[in-house]
């Protein structure tokens, strides 16, 4: 059983920042990709930030410059830096990962998400 917890979020005001952390916990034999994607209401989930095993880094336009996505792969930990926040930045932020388990099997895992609301 795979298990990833989400932390960080909160209320902020536009041009603040946070930092969130996502521990993945379990039946681990390898974490491969880690990202971050994040839902406002009324639409669709997006990718935020990714990054591959080899640290290979990928963001949407929207962030680019703003946010800087990394891991510890000794703690099975991702974390999304966010700084000069925009209201446009409210949203459900959820952690994703792809992991092989102990048991042999691959899968993509989710957290549950965690609330980040800026304050115009």
């Known amino acids: 059983q795979v298990q990833l917890v989400e932390s960080g979020g909160g209320l902020v005001e536009a041009g603040g920042s946070l930092r969130l952390s996502c521990v993945a916990s379990?039946?681990?034999?390898?974490?491969?990709?880690m990202g971050w994607y994040r839902q406002a209401p009324g639409k669709q989930r997006e990718l935020v930030a990714s990054t591959s095993s080899g640290s290979i880094t990928n963001y949407v336009d929207s962030v680019k410059g703003r946010f800087t996505i990394s891991r510890d792969n000794a703690k099975n930990t991702v974390y999304l830096q966010m700084n000069s926040l925009k209201p446009e930045d409210t949203a459900v932020y959820y952690c994703?990962?792809?992991?092989?388990?102990?048991?042999?099997?691959?899968?993509?895992?989710w957290g549950q998400g965690t609330q980040v609301t800026v304050s115009s």
């Open positions: 379990g039946s681990i034999s390898r974490v491969n990709h």
């Open positions: 994703n990962a792809g992991i092989l388990t102990l048991q042999l099997s691959f899968g993509a895992y």
